[in-house]
């Protein structure tokens, strides 16, 4: 029997301990602070030491998305590695049940709890800078920042009760000025990564190989 481990960022708790528990999966998760993803090369550095810390398993699954280069270079030293061929975590949860087609638009700022929760993502951004410069130079702030979105997406991934975090979104939305919408996502893809088979929409890299760039492009 093949023995499996997973290492995961925490902004997609939610979504993998659910999936964990509808597959009945028992392998052991090591999780990664979101605020890693702030600096890809710190998260690079990050993973690889957990790989390398790992020692008689026959796959790590990553829960991870290509996330800024943040897996490009890594090696698969100590068993093989296998995660999605995805831009990032959100892209993850994004994905329909029945063959993935819900892609990532440029039009869009996706949250979900994980995100909104998350010690490096924007309501902490936002909270922060209300504190350090007022609503008016805040909201200021943030339409420049968000100016190349038109609608601000919470991901309803069955994971957690979204209504819970409307009122923190609407808040975000209207300081940006972004229509507000709530779109159901999927863990599909997440339970396909516990228990396989692998199709062209995962990477498989075998134990000594390194990621490189043409193993993610589809």
């Known amino acids: 029997m093949m ?10 708790k939610d979504e993998l301990n659910l999936a964990i528990k509808e597959t009945q999966c028992k392998y052991p998760v090591i999780w990664i602070d979101s605020s890693y ?5 710190r998260l690079r550095l990050k993973l690889q030491e957990e790989i390398n ?18 897996i490009a270079g890594l090696k698969a030293s100590e068993a093989n590695l296998i995660f999605p061929r995805t831009d990032d975590c959100i892209s993850m949860v994004l994905s329909k049940d029945d063959g993935y087609g ?17 010690p490096g993502g924007i309501m902490v951004d936002y909270s922060n800078a209300l504190k350090r410069y007022g609503e008016e130079k805040t909201e200021r702030m943030f339409r420049l920042m ?8 919470v991901i309803d991934t069955g994971a957690y009760n979204v209504v819970d ?8 939305a209207r300081i940006s000025d972004l229509d507000l ?5 999927s863990i599909g893809l997440l339970k396909k990564l516990l228990t396989g088979p692998y199709d062209d929409r995962f990477c498989i890299i075998k134990k000594g190989q ?7 492009l589809p």
Request: net charge positive.
């Open 210 to 216: 390194e990621v490189n760039l043409d193993d993610v």
């Open 146 to 153: 968000l100016k190349q979105y038109n609608k601000l997406v």
């Open 3 to 12: 023995k499996n481990i997973i290492i995961a960022c925490q902004t997609i």
């Open 102 to 118: 819900f892609r990532q638009t440029k039009s869009a700022y996706f949250l979900t709890r994980g995100w909104i929760e998350s």
């Open 37 to 41: 993803h702030l600096h890809p090369g």
């Open 165 to 172: 975090y409307i009122k923190e979104a609407q808040e975000l």
């Open 53 to 70: 810390n790992l020692r008689n398993f026959d796959n790590i699954l990553l829960a991870y998305g290509f996330c800024g280069n943040a």
């Open 181 to 185: 919408v709530v779109e159901k996502g």
